[in-house]
Each structure stands twice: as C-alpha cells, then as structure tokens.
C-alpha cells in the first residue's frame, strides 16, 4: 500500500522548508467546521485536483486518526506534514491550531495558489466555503 500521510517532527524540518512554507495560506481549525461543533473534532479527505497538500504546523496539538486504521499521527508546533491524495483522516484538536499550507501536483510544483476566490468579488472566501 502507498503511504498516503509523511508526517516529519519539528526537530527533522529542513530551515528551507519551513522559510518558504512561512508564505502560504494560513488555516485556523476555530473556522473548520467540526462535529459536535466546537469539538475539534471534524473528518477530512484530501481528495482535491492535487497530488499532496504540504503543510507546517505554526500552533496547537491535534491527533489524526487514519480511516484505513493505520496508526494515529501526532502534531505539535513546528512538524511538518504531506497529506497525499485519497488521505482520509479524522482530526481531534487537543489545542487551536494553526498551520501553513499549500497544494501541489505529482512532480512537486505549485499547483495553485490555496485559496478559493470568490466569483463575484474576488477576495479569499475559503473560512466560508465549506457547505
């Protein structure tokens, strides 16, 4: 089976790495949508037009528990994390997270800018996307 989650701690996260990832979107889990709300806990499935969304952890904790079973991964401030297409995970946020993202297609160029625009007025509407 491929592996479809990299997760490297804070202390294995090359300087170049975490310098650029410092310019991508930031995501907050207070604007995930989460069930029961206000739980930290929501499912999520990495099944987007991208081979890997990449990610730094900037703040929080939180426990990703795998859908295929496989062993829950732990994040804390500073780790770094590849979410790989078809991923599927539930996420329990232990403490407000926040974290530094961007998508990329399968030879590991920037596949577009992660934000989702508005079609009438243009401005980043993705805290307000989720249905």
């Not at 990703?64 to 496989?70: H, K, T």
């Not at 926040?98 to 297609?105: G, S």
Request: proline letters at 7%.
């Amino acid at each position: 089976m491929e592996k479809l989650i990299t997760h490297t701690p804070e202390l294995a996260v090359l300087a170049d790495y975490a310098s650029e990832a410092a310019h991508w979107p930031l995501w907050d889990s207070d604007e995930q949508p989460q069930e029961p709300p206000g739980s930290g806990k929501f499912l999520f499935k990495y099944n987007g037009d991208y081979a890997t969304e990449r990610v730094l952890i900037v703040s929080g904790r939180a426990t990703l528990a795998p859908e295929d079973g496989s062993a829950p991964v732990e994040l804390a401030p500073g780790d770094s994390v590849w979410f790989h297409h078809w991923f599927s995970c539930s996420w329990i946020v232990h403490e407000r997270m926040t974290k530094r993202y961007q998508y990329f297609d399968g030879g590991g160029v920037l596949k577009a800018p992660a934000a989702i625009a508005c079609d009438k007025c243009g401005v980043d509407c993705e805290a307000e996307s989720y249905l």
